[in-house]
């Protein structure tokens, strides 16, 4: 979970949940174009411009996406001016309506969002509940 500095107590949960959505969105699209850019040059796989198509498709979800959070970031007067990451997590210094905040997100709680929403980007949300059950009531793993 994120925590949230005390001057940030002018900041309403939307606000938070805009700039919790713009550090989300700028790290999954850079991890999609990076896997996109690895798929291509790896030489592992026999059709790599399909798993490319696939992975472009996401990138080009989360690129419409942040460019609505970032429209909203602005009407709404909220600057992120910084972005850090280290291995506690990300961290994230902007100012709402001229007030200084802060967000930190550690990266247990960044990994397991940004997993969820890549799913959903690349159409694979319903799969994972599914995939789940199927593994948890058959212990015995499956040949590929």
Known sequence: MATIAKRNREATQEELSLVRSYLLLTFIHKVFERDCRAIGKSGLFKMPQLYMELVSIGAKKTALMLQEVKRELESQNIIVSTIRQDQKG???????RG????????????????????RAYLGLAGEFSIHAREESSNPVACPV
Not at 100 to 106: D, K, T
Request: aromatic share 12%; charged share 25%; proline share 4%.
């Open 90 to 96: 990300v961290e994230a210094q902007f100012k709402c």
């Open 99 to 118: 007030i200084a905040g802060e967000m930190h997100i550690q990266w247990p709680s960044f990994r397991r969002e940004m997993t969820l929403r890549m």
